[in-house]
C-alpha cells in the first residue's frame, strides 16, 4: 500500500481508501469483517457522509470497537435534502458536523468534505465557518466535494490573502469509465475529454483528488463481463455509464487483467493512479476477499494506460 499525506493532518492516508457507501453498512449493518480486512490490507482512510443512511453509525461502532489511532476518518455534509435546496454555509456546516460527530463516536473528523456546492455564498464566508470547526479541533482537515477547479482555485486563493486555512482536498468522480450523466444531481466528473482542463489544473497543482466510484459504480467491478455483448453491456451499465466506448474499455480491461494476472477492479483501479494526479481512490467492498485484492491495484505501463482508455489500438 502506498500512503500520501493531506495538509492539516499528520497521519499516512492510505491511496485505497475504503468506501463506507455500500449496502451492508447503509443499512447500518454490522460491517467489522470487512473493515477489519481493510486495515490489515494496509488501508487507513474510510470515507462516509452524513446521507449514507446509517454508514456513519455503522463506521462509529467499528471505531468504538477497535480505537481511533491511526485511522484516517472521512465524512461529508451539507447534501440539499429531498427538495434539493442548496444548504452551504456556517449553519449547515456545524448542524452536519454535530451530528457526524455523534454518529461516529468521535470528537474530531481528519477530513471533512463539504457534498455539494451554493456558489451564491460567498467562498469567504466558507472558509470562515469551516476555520472556525478547524480552530475548536472539530476538524484536522477540510474540502470540497462536487466543486469545481476554479471555485477551488478562488477559494484558496481567497484563504490566502486573509490568512484562512485553504481547502486541502477535493472529492469529484474519475475513473476510467466516462459519465455520460450524472448519477445524482449536482455530482461533478473530471474524467473524459470534455474536463481535460480539470485534469490539468489538478496536474499541476497536485492538488489531492479523493476519486469517489472509482469503478464506477460497480460497472468495472467485474460485476458485468464483456462476453454478455455490447448491447447487453451497455443496458447493464445503465443511463450513467452505459456506451460503446465504456463497453469497449471494460472488454480491454479484462483481456489486460487476464495477461497481467489480475482483476478487472485492480485494472481500473491502476488506470487511475496511471494519470499523474495526486490520487486517492474510493473502492467499496462487501467481503474481505474484495477489499484485500482492491487494496493491490495494477501497475501499468503508459502504453496499457492509453490501451485501455481507447487511445491505443493495442
Given at each position: 500500500m502506498e500512503y500520501g499525506k493531506i495538509a492539516g493532518s499528520e497521519k499516512p492516508v492510505s491511496r485505497i481508501v475504503f468506501g463506507c457507501g455500500g449496502a451492508r453498512m447503509w443499512a447500518g449493518e454490522e460491517s467489522s469483517d470487512v473493515l477489519d480486512a481493510a486495515v490489515e490490507a494496509g488501508i487507513t482512510a474510510f470515507d462516509t457522509a452524513r446521507v449514507y443512511g446509517k454508514s456513519e453509525e455503522a463506521l462509529g461502532k467499528w471505531l468504538y470497537s477497535r480505537g481511533r489511532s491511526g485511522v484516517f476518518v472521512i465524512t461529508k455534509g451539507c447534501h440539499p435534502l429531498e427538495d434539493w435546496v442548496p444548504r452551504v454555509g456556517g449553519k449547515y456546516i456545524e448542524e452536519d458536523l454535530f451530528r457526524s460527530l455523534d454518529a461516529l463516536k468521535t470528537d474530531y473528523v481528519d477530513l471533512y468534505f463539504l457534498h455539494r456546492d451554493d456558489e451564491t455564498v460567498p467562498v469567504g464566508e466558507i472558509l470562515e465557518a469551516?476555520?472556525?470547526?478547524?480552530?475548536?479541533?472539530?476538524?484536522?482537515?477540510?474540502?470540497?466535494?462536487?466543486?469545481?477547479?476554479?471555485?477551488?482555485?478562488?477559494?484558496?486563493?481567497?484563504?490566502?490573502?486573509?490568512?484562512?486555512?485553504?481547502?486541502?482536498a477535493s472529492s469529484p468522480y474519475f475513473g476510467l469509465a466516462v459519465q455520460l450523466a450524472a448519477p445524482v444531481q449536482g455530482c461533478l466528473s473530471i474524467a473524459g475529454k470534455e474536463n481535460a482542463a480539470a485534469r490539468a489544473w489538478y496536474?499541476?497543482?497536485?492538488?489531492?483528488?479523493?476519486?469517489?466510484?472509482?469503478?464506477?459504480?460497480?460497472?468495472?467491478?467485474?460485476?458485468?463481463?464483456?462476453?454478455?455483448g455490447t448491447a447487453a453491456v451497455i443496458a447493464a451499465a445503465g443511463a450513467v455509464y452505459g456506451c460503446a466506448d465504456n463497453a469497449e474499455r471494460l472488454a480491454r480491461a479484462e483481456k489486460l487483467a487476464a495477461i497481467k494476472g489480475c482483476t478487472v477492479a485492480q485494472m481500473a483501479l491502476g488506470w487511475v493512479f496511471a494519470q499523474g494526479l495526486n490520487i486517492f481512490a474510493l473502492a467499496s467492498a462487501?467481503?474481505?476477499?474484495?477489499?484485500?485484492?482492491?487494496?493491490?491495484?495494477?501497475?501499468?505501463?503508459?502504453?496499457?494506460?492509453?490501451?485501455?482508455?481507447?487511445?491505443?489500438?493495442?
Open positions: 469551516l476555520n472556525a470547526q478547524a480552530e475548536e479541533g472539530r476538524i484536522r482537515a477540510f474540502g470540497a466535494s462536487n466543486w469545481t477547479h476554479a471555485r477551488l482555485q478562488e477559494a484558496n486563493e481567497y484563504a490566502e490573502e486573509h490568512g484562512l486555512r485553504p481547502f486541502s496536474r499541476a497543482e497536485q492538488f489531492p483528488v479523493f476519486a469517489y466510484s472509482s469503478l464506477a459504480g460497480g460497472f468495472l467491478s467485474g460485476r458485468v463481463k464483456a462476453e454478455l462487501s467481503t474481505p476477499e474484495r477489499v484485500f485484492a482492491n487494496a493491490q491495484p495494477a501497475v501499468l505501463t503508459q502504453k496499457e494506460a492509453d490501451y485501455l482508455d481507447l487511445k491505443a489500438p493495442n
